[in-house]
């Protein structure tokens, strides 16, 4: 079943968080992981929306995102992640439409 990492990311140091996105898409490669969303400006159609960078990534198995999130690699370049932006993160799984034999 797939799995989606959905990320909020406020930037607050937008040259400092620049070498993160330089280290960030390496990462995925080995896990799978497919960037599906990355946006700055959503179009909010109700309620209350955090500022900041919207992403999804789309994972094979929610074991593959953890795997990926959890990895020596992404948790080096996290440390740039943390120090110059707020985030909030989840994986949530996804659904697949069940098919008619």
Same mark, same amino acid.
């Given at each position: ?12 140091d ?8 330089r /280290?960030?898409f390496?990462?995925?490669k080995?896990f799978?992981?497919k960037?599906?969303i =990355?946006d700055? %400006?959503? #179009?909010?159609?109700e309620g209350?929306w955090p500022? /900041?960078?919207?992403v999804?990534i789309e994972f094979?198995?929610?074991e593959?995102?953890? =795997?990926w999130? %959890?990895? #020596?690699?992404y948790q080096?370049?996290?440390e740039?992640r943390r120090a110059?932006?707020?985030s909030?993160?989840a994986?949530?799984?996804g659904?697949?439409i069940p098919?008619?034999d």
């Amino acid at each position: 079943m797939p799995a989606y990492f959905i990320a909020q990311v406020h930037v607050t140091d937008a040259e400092g968080f620049r070498e993160y996105e330089r /280290g960030f898409f390496p990462t995925l490669k080995p896990f799978g992981g497919k960037m599906l969303i =990355a946006d700055d %400006a959503p #179009d909010v159609l109700e309620g209350d929306w955090p500022d /900041g960078r919207t992403v999804v990534i789309e994972f094979e198995t929610a074991e593959q995102a953890t =795997a990926w999130h %959890a990895s #020596d690699a992404y948790q080096e370049i996290s440390e740039i992640r943390r120090a110059n932006s707020e985030s909030a993160m989840a994986i949530l799984s996804g659904f697949r439409i069940p098919t008619r034999d």
